[in-house]
């Protein structure tokens, strides 16, 4: 009987286990050795944040997707829609924010289906963490979460190992601190909307101009009680710049020293055909 | 040592390691032989320096923290420090290295009085100088693990700002910053400088006051008492410690973590 239960257990075990299988690992450790380069995960490199202000929260982001040091995408969406009152920036590697923001939203959904009512900020938050904590950090996500539920506005910070923050104003990513400093310097509660605005576009800004894994643009997108404004983009910071040159040559520029006739295709004929047998 | 051959091995001459050798010889001896190493990192050290050239002068400010780790061991030390009349330098990294410097710069000083002649080097001669030094020694593998920010005037009177690395990076700018300032202050600094280039000396003070009050709220290895140095055409100054006003009411309000 103690055979039959370990091997129940087992079972059990087998099938109720998530997280990534690590068999990979030594073969990933063997081909690194012989020098084998792996690709780079695509990052965001970004500059996310959030603050409260009297009547809701504002999010903003930067829009610079980049792989390595190339930017790979110049105008990607960071703030991602998790319920029609609750919205998630997310920085880290794309892939995992993307798919993270995606499988919560679903899971709002079916929750507000289920219970009938307006979903929670707090909900996603618990999804959320307990999702990234099962993962112990290999899941590359860090989030910037906010919403106006029914108990009013909410702002959090979820961290790629599953750690959570409620606070009043946040930043995340690699231009976070550049964020940070901006808001520490002007941050004031029940601000008015323009001034919140103004405060996050130059949060983003700072983390744009001064950190370089962030770029172009600035999205904002506001939540208040009942209604969302999604500002995409909010200001155009990075602009092309118009070409100084014309790099067309005018018509004759090239000396012609002598033309032959073209031949058309139909002109030719067939001296000698041999087809080959497979 | 001592191959032990099996019979049927082919004894072939095989690359001898002479390290190896030489610690074999020297085992019994107590003592290991190995090649000089200068395994470095800063013990005592002082966080971001900050430095704005305004058209009037240049403003440095440092705060007067030497940590020991993560323990805030000297709450008292000077990291500015005026070299001669038309240069104040600024020390992040290691205290030690930074006091050896200071000790050369002032011995040049005093060198430059004895000539008699008046004439005293200037900031881009003393930024030069650090340069030379600074990347010398990282050459060797043996670097004075500072970062230093040279702020003053040049023989024109015009102010000067400039920055070394210990690797011999160097470069002159209108703001410079160490360390974590240069994620945090820095940002603010920029800023400062383009909405208001033509802002004078006192604007420039004020504009550091707030960036060590953002670094005191976000930099760990942070103090609230600072000094701010100041070469202008009048005066060549460090001022005594001073405070920033913080505001903790962020926290007033218990919030946990959801």
Known sequence: SNFIIKQWYQRRVVITAGGFSFDNCRRNAFMEKQGITFPTARKTGTTICGVIYKDGVVLGADTRATGGSIVCDLNCEKIHYIADNIYCCGAGTAADTEFTTRMVSSKMELLKLRTGREGRVISALRMLKQYLFRYQGYISAALVLGGVDVTGPALYTVYPHGSTDKLPYVTMGSGSLAAMSVFEDRYKLNMEEEEAKALVCDAIKAGIINDLGSGSNVDITVIRKGEVEVFRPYQVVCQKSQRQGDYTFPRGTTVVTNTTEMVPFSALQVTDEEVMEL | ?258
């Open chain 2, 1 to 258: 040592m001592a191959a032990h051959l099996a019979s049927n091995e082919l004894h072939l001459p095989k690359y001898v390691n002479m390290k190896e050798r030489v610690a074999e010889f020297w085992k019994d001896e107590g003592t290991t032989v190995s090649p000089k190493k200068h395994t470095m990192q800063p013990i005592v050290t002082g966080t971001s320096v900050l430095g704005i050239r305004t058209k009037e002068g240049v403003v440095i400010a440092a705060d007067t923290l030497g940590s020991y780790g993560s323990l805030a061991r000297f709450r008292d030390i000077q990291r500015l420090m005026k070299v001669n009349d038309s240069t104040i330098i600024g020390g992040f990294g290691d205290y030690a290295d930074f006091q050896f410097l200071m000790k050369l710069l002032r011995q040049q000083t005093i060198d430059d009085e004895v000539v008699g002649d008046g004439v005293y080097r200037d900031a881009p001669a003393i930024h030069n100088w650090l340069r030379c030094v600074l990347y010398n020694r990282r050459t060797k593998f043996n670097p004075l693990w500072n970062t230093i920010v040279v702020a003053g005037k040049n023989y024109g009177g015009e102010p000067y700002l400039g920055y070394v690395d210990k690797i011999g990076v160097a470069f002159e700018e209108k703001t410079v910053a160490t360390g974590f300032g240069s994620y945090i202050a820095l940002p603010m600094m920029r800023k400062a400088m383009d909405e208001n280039p033509d802002m004078g000396v006192e604007e420039a003070k004020a504009v550091l006051k707030r960036c060590l009050r953002v670094l005191f709220y976000r930099d760990c290895r942070s103090l609230n008492r600072f000094q701010i140095g100041v070469v202008s055409a009048g005066e060549t100054s460090i001022s005594e410690p001073m405070s920033a006003d913080t505001d903790w009411s962020i926290g007033a309000n218990p919030s946990g973590y959801e």
